[in-house]
């Protein structure tokens, strides 16, 4: 299996010289079986980028299928949605998944939202080209894509709850734990410790370097030292920093990078936008 970030960045997109070497755009993650099925984490910003490479490929001509998980309606994990250009091609089968949301609405009806006239031009799900279905799943389940077996899990977020995937290919398997606040920092929940149970790869939210995290207690993201007791806990073979702060240059997430390390045996690098990982 291998997989490539697209979109690493939290909360809002950011360009400028000092966002370069690991990317602005928001979630996005692509996982590819070695047999060519595709996956995707998160539809942000960095999804528009991945669009028009699967147009150079069957999606240019309406035969492509795609499976999209996403792990809650945040603007940063959809606003690639309204832009990604596989979705205005007839013929292409794009399925949705994720939770309904923790507050007030379904997952169709948010997503409907999103593309109102107010906020897009596109005025409805409706309105898209290629064949679209929106799928709820539960928290703690497990089903099949085509390649992949994907298990979920709530996990708090602030006020509401995101979903965290495990998702096994070709005898890998990988966690995706965006957007996470645990009660007790320190002390991880053992949903998500046993969500990434042995993995060979876990994703982290790291919004917050460590000295900055006691200044935003209770925004629903973590430090980085977070994705390292989890890790740890859960036997993880490699944590990637993920979901970086928008106030986050370069360098300051080098830094972090550098000081997790220190504090554990388990290799830990920086999410970049564009990167390749061989799972
Ligand atoms: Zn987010």
Same mark, same amino acid.
Not at 12 to 36: H, I, K, Q
Not at 84 to 95: L, M, S, V
Not at 161 to 168: E, L
């Given at each position: 299996m291998k997989l490539r970030f697209w979109g690493v960045r939290g909360s809002f997109a950011m360009s400028g010289r000092e966002f370069l070497r690991y990317g602005g755009n928001t979630t996005c993650v692509e996982l590819l079986t070695d047999a060519g099925e595709r996956l995707l984490i998160d539809l942000g910003t960095g999804a528009t980028e991945l669009g028009k490479t699967l147009m150079s490929r069957e999606f240019s001509k309406g035969a492509g299928n795609l499976p999209i998980l996403l792990s809650h309606t945040h603007l940063d994990h959809i606003q690639g949605l309204p832009f *990604? @250009? $596989? *979705? *205005?091609?007839?013929g292409n089968t794009i399925r949705i998944i994720g939770a309904n949301p923790s507050v007030g609405s379904t997952l169709e009806a948010t997503l409907q939202n999103q593309l109102a006239p107010h906020y897009s031009p596109l005025n409805g799900l409706e309105n898209l080209a290629a064949g679209v279905s929106i799928e709820t799943v539960a928290a703690g389940s497990t089903f099949e894509v085509p390649g992949f077996m994907v298990t979920t899990a709530a996990v708090p977020h602030g006020s509401m709850w995101s979903t965290g995937y495990r998702i096994t290919a070709d005898g890998k398997t990988i966690a995706y734990l965006s957007d996470v606040e645990y009660p007790n920092i320190d002390d991880p929940l053992p949903v998500a410790v046993n969500l990434a149970r042995d993995v060979d790869l876990l994703i982290h939210d =790291?919004? &917050?370097a460590d000295e900055d995290y006691e200044l935003r207690r209770g925004w629903g993201h973590s430090p980085a030292r977070a994705g390292v007791v989890v890790a740890e806990r859960a036997g993880a073979k490699k944590l990637a920093l993920f979901h &970086?702060? $928008?106030? =986050? @240059?370069d360098d300051m997430i080098d830094e972090v990078v550098s000081r997790t390390a220190a504090r554990t045996a388990v290799p830990v690098f920086a999410a970049a936008e564009g990167s390749y990982v061989d799972i």
């Amino acid at each position: 299996m291998k997989l490539r970030f697209w979109g690493v960045r939290g909360s809002f997109a950011m360009s400028g010289r000092e966002f370069l070497r690991y990317g602005g755009n928001t979630t996005c993650v692509e996982l590819l079986t070695d047999a060519g099925e595709r996956l995707l984490i998160d539809l942000g910003t960095g999804a528009t980028e991945l669009g028009k490479t699967l147009m150079s490929r069957e999606f240019s001509k309406g035969a492509g299928n795609l499976p999209i998980l996403l792990s809650h309606t945040h603007l940063d994990h959809i606003q690639g949605l309204p832009f *990604f @250009t $596989p *979705f *205005f091609i007839r013929g292409n089968t794009i399925r949705i998944i994720g939770a309904n949301p923790s507050v007030g609405s379904t997952l169709e009806a948010t997503l409907q939202n999103q593309l109102a006239p107010h906020y897009s031009p596109l005025n409805g799900l409706e309105n898209l080209a290629a064949g679209v279905s929106i799928e709820t799943v539960a928290a703690g389940s497990t089903f099949e894509v085509p390649g992949f077996m994907v298990t979920t899990a709530a996990v708090p977020h602030g006020s509401m709850w995101s979903t965290g995937y495990r998702i096994t290919a070709d005898g890998k398997t990988i966690a995706y734990l965006s957007d996470v606040e645990y009660p007790n920092i320190d002390d991880p929940l053992p949903v998500a410790v046993n969500l990434a149970r042995d993995v060979d790869l876990l994703i982290h939210d =790291a919004m &917050h370097a460590d000295e900055d995290y006691e200044l935003r207690r209770g925004w629903g993201h973590s430090p980085a030292r977070a994705g390292v007791v989890v890790a740890e806990r859960a036997g993880a073979k490699k944590l990637a920093l993920f979901h &970086h702060s $928008p106030d =986050a @240059t370069d360098d300051m997430i080098d830094e972090v990078v550098s000081r997790t390390a220190a504090r554990t045996a388990v290799p830990v690098f920086a999410a970049a936008e564009g990167s390749y990982v061989d799972i």
